[in-house]
């Protein structure tokens, strides 16, 4: 077998928040900030962390199963006003994210991100660290069904025309790794973010990296 795996995938796909940024932090702080405008129990930064990679309203459901519909909503407004203010200084990549991507970019597999974020804080977020340039295409909250349902994954399969076993996942939670799985595709986990090594590696990926560079080396960039 070649070294380089990564000729064997034609579609490549990112979830964003803590595989590419940094952004885990932020999100768990304003999650803190809106429960306590809300006047609801404080829950910790694990388990704010564990919904990281779901789309705003399920995780926000997931958290806080008691409220109701108004509820949720009045929290999803105190989350995106403390996150926006916490954006203000925008969370950047990770180590040897920019390097990396420069080095996949040069390959033949067309680039895409998979995001439970909303469109608008995606762009702000891939403007603010001048990565637009590395993606073909991104799926957010606002296109597609959430994680862990493999609805991003076979949009964007049908857009470019690529077979299951052409598509790598690459994330940092459990919502990817079963997305991929439930999508038929291969998927890489990343530990830097929001999953644990043995959270993720009860999915099987075919890799399980500690870095970004580690990333590159299984790639066999």
Excluded: C
């Excluded at 490549?12 to 932020?26: A, E, H, M, Q, Y």
Aim: proline share 5%; charged share 25%; hydrophobic share 45%.
């Amino acid at each position: 077998m070649s070294d380089r795996r990564i000729d064997k995938y034609a579609l490549i796909v990112f979830d964003w928040d803590g595989t590419l940024v940094d952004s885990i932090p932020n999100i768990a702080e304003a999650l803190r900030r809106a429960a306590l405008e809300e006047a609801l129990p404080v829950l910790g930064d694990a388990l704010y962390r564990s919904v990281v990679g779901l789309s705003l309203g399920p995780a926000l459901q997931r958290l806080y199963p008691e409220l109701s519909d108004e509820g949720n909503r009045r929290l999803r407004m105190a989350y995106k006003h403390h996150h926006s203010e916490l954006e203000q200084s925008p969370s950047r990549p990770f180590s040897g994210v920019e390097a990396g991507m420069t080095a996949i970019r040069k390959s033949n597999a067309i680039l895409a991100v998979a995001t439970g974020k909303r469109r608008p804080g995606l762009q702000r977020s891939m403007a603010a660290n001048g990565l637009e340039s590395f993606f073909d295409a991104s799926l957010t909250a606002d296109d597609a069904r959430s994680k862990p349902d493999p609805d991003m994954i076979e949009q964007l399969m049908a857009r470019f025309q690529v077979l299951p076993d052409q598509v790598l996942m690459i994330g940092d939670s459990g919502f990817d790794m079963e997305m991929a799985h439930r999508a038929g595709t291969d998927a890489l986990a990343v530990t830097y973010g929001a999953g644990s090594h043995e959270s993720l590696q009860a999915f099987e990926p075919v890799y399980v990296a500690e870095n970004f560079e580690s990333v590159l080396v299984w790639l066999g960039i």
